[in-house]
């Protein structure tokens, strides 16, 4: 028995040592980690002034800034959550904002702004550079924008609410963490006390995501939760939104685009106007930019403007960049605030030199870098002509990826009309023969203008004239010409047509010798079907390129699309 002690003693060693280990394994896989996150690990603080953002319940991946004891939002971000019309000039130092009836201006750097009632100075900084990076301070941002902003810190970080809809809250019921994640593992973001009031945002099984009321946002035990409830926050509506008053004809809009090359082509507008019916405005090509301080060239009349007038018939003047392409560059001039101030400026006055109607805006190819400073134009513009009762339309190619630079959305709200050039879907320099306006192609831009638009604002512009394509061997070639002349070809040539369902249109070729001709014509036919489309989105209205390309029977079939 004695020699039998001591293994019974080890072996309950062993059993007592066997316990204790797994015991110890057991509560600390079942006690609660006292392990604290890295909370600039958390927030993605990389410096010592950035300040994460909690928009809503989310931590976004923008940061604000805290410079001289205010804060700053990036402009993109500003753009990105809350206004999208504050405008940087780089090359003038300025801040603007383009409202209804004027635009706010602030020297970048400066504590002071500018209204029509005004200067007004703040106890910041409006705007600044930090480093590459324009900035706004939040206070000026939200003048011109309803949200609300609370500061917390250690470390900094602002809570942001743009939306106030309902929120389910619930009670802690005692003190206890809020943790990274779902377990008692995970380590520890924040502490909160019993009674405390957190914001519920996802329920799970054993554990609920949870926001605290000083904006850390992570997980608590559900059985730590009781007395949930709602709460349904006050919005903020210290700002009011604007509304851009534009100008809305009360019938639909028939324009026609006058090719007028110098003062002498005024005198063509009674031959023109002869044959046709129905026309209630003329865009005269009349002005285009001619260098790159906002000068432009023109060849307007008053003579002109009576005549059309007589006829009960609106002018709204077209200006271009591209007749003097050479010596104008487009980016140059709408970049800086003192071009596009005296370009428009000019604009406006001549207008009302010549009693016209309208402004036709045509600036085509602008490249993506001056896509923010063309729409800047626009809507400085746009407070001009709203000034003086001036109608603003706006040219654009069919939507694509690479046009998005446009904005219509804003041109949409901006000016009175926006209008598509709904062809050119083929054209000169194309490396492949084709319709310039199939009808997919013209129900596509319609289809994608008014998902941006207001359709009552939108006019489509359709084609008087045909291209005659020539492949000869491996070089392909056109020419543009009107409906009469495109017929005469077909005529001369002996060239069948049929109508081609694909793109609506009377289609035909031939081979001739080494030369292959292909004509998709747009004739009667193929623009009453465009015309229906523009009736089954029920837009504002048709325009026309060129006067002098059609024939006078197609004025029928466009009176008809009128009188619907």
């Known amino acids: 028995m004695k020699k039998l002690i001591p293994a019974i003693t080890a072996v309950v060693l062993i059993i007592v040592v066997i316990a204790i280990s797994v015991g110890i394994k057991i509560m600390d896989k079942y006690s609660y980690s006292k392990e604290r996150k890295d909370l600039d690990e958390y927030f993605s603080i990389e410096s010592a002034d950035e300040v994460p953002i909690i928009l809503q319940d989310e931590l976004i991946e923008e940061s604000a800034r805290l410079i001289e004891g205010t804060y700053y939002l990036d402009l993109a971000t500003v753009h990105k959550y809350f206004n999208d019309r504050f405008y940087e000039d780089g090359n003038e130092g ?71 809809e309902d929120r389910k809250t619930a009670q802690l019921t005692k003190d206890t963490a809020v943790r990274y994640q779902g377990g008692v593992k995970s380590p520890i973001l924040t502490d ?144 800086y605030t003192s071009k596009r101030t005296y370009l428009i400026g000019n604009l406006i006055s001549t207008a009302l030199e010549y009693d016209l109607d309208g402004i036709n805006v045509d600036f085509e190819e602008i490249s993506q870098d001056a896509g923010e400073h063309f729409i800047q134009f626009i809507r400085e513009l746009s407070v001009a002509c709203r000034a003086n009762g001036i109608v603003l339309s706006v040219d654009n190619y069919v939507p694509t990826g690479y046009t998005d630079h446009y904005d219509r959305e804003e041109q949409g709200a901006v000016a009175d009309y926006v209008v598509i050039m709904g062809y050119d879907e083929y054209y000169k320099g194309s490396s492949e023969a084709g319709s310039v306006a199939s009808i997919g192609f013209v129900e596509n831009g319609i289809k994608k203008t008014v998902e941006q638009v207001p359709a009552q604002k939108v006019i489509n512009a359709i084609p008087f004239y045909t291209r005659i394509w020539e492949t000869k061997g491996a070089e392909l ?14 005529q001369n040539h002996n060239i069948e047509t049929r109508w081609d369902e694909e793109t609506c249109q009377n289609y035909g070729e031939i081979q001739e010798g080494d030369s292959f001709y292909q004509v998709w014509l747009e004739d009667e036919q193929s623009i009453e079907v465009k015309l229906n489309i523009m009736q089954k989105y029920d837009i504002a209205g048709v325009a026309e390129w060129k006067l002098g390309f059609e024939k006078a029977s197609v004025w029928d079939v466009i009176g008809n699309y009128l009188n619907k």
Request: aromatic share 12%; glycine share 6%.
């Open 192 to 335: 909160v006390a019993e009674g405390d009031t957190v914001t519920v945002i996802e329920e799970m099984e054993k554990w609920s995501k949870v926001k605290t009321s000083d904006a850390f946002i992570g997980y608590v035990e559900n059985k730590q939760l009781d007395n949930y409830g709602t709460q349904s926050p006050i919005p903020v509506t210290d700002y009011e939104e604007p509304i851009y008053a534009n100008i809305s004809k009360p019938y639909k809009i028939n324009l026609a685009w006058h090719a007028v090359a110098g003062t002498a082509g005024n005198d063509t507008l009674a031959s023109a106007l002869e044959k046709t019916k129905g026309i209630n405005t003329i865009s005269p090509t009349w002005f285009a930019l001619s260098d790159n301080d906002g000068n432009f060239t023109s060849f307007a009349t008053r003579d002109y403007v009576s005549k059309a007038h007589d006829q009960g018939i609106e002018v709204w003047g077209l200006i271009d960049n591209f007749t003097n392409k050479e010596t104008v560059d487009t980016y140059e001039v709408l970049s």
């Open 94 to 164: 300025l801040l603007l904002l383009t409202l209804p009836q004027e635009t706010v201006r602030s020297e970048i750097g400066s504590s002071q702004y500018s209204t029509s009632a005004g200067d007004t100075s703040e106890e910041y900084v409006i705007s600044r550079y930090e480093g590459d990076t324009f900035y706004i301070a939040i206070d000026y941002v939200k003048k011109y924008a309803n949200f609300s902003y609370e500061a917390f810190t250690d470390p900094n970080h602002v809570q942001i609410f743009t939306k106030w």
């Open 477 to 490: 070639t056109s020419q543009a010409v009107g409906m009469d002349l495109a017929e005469e070809f077909v």
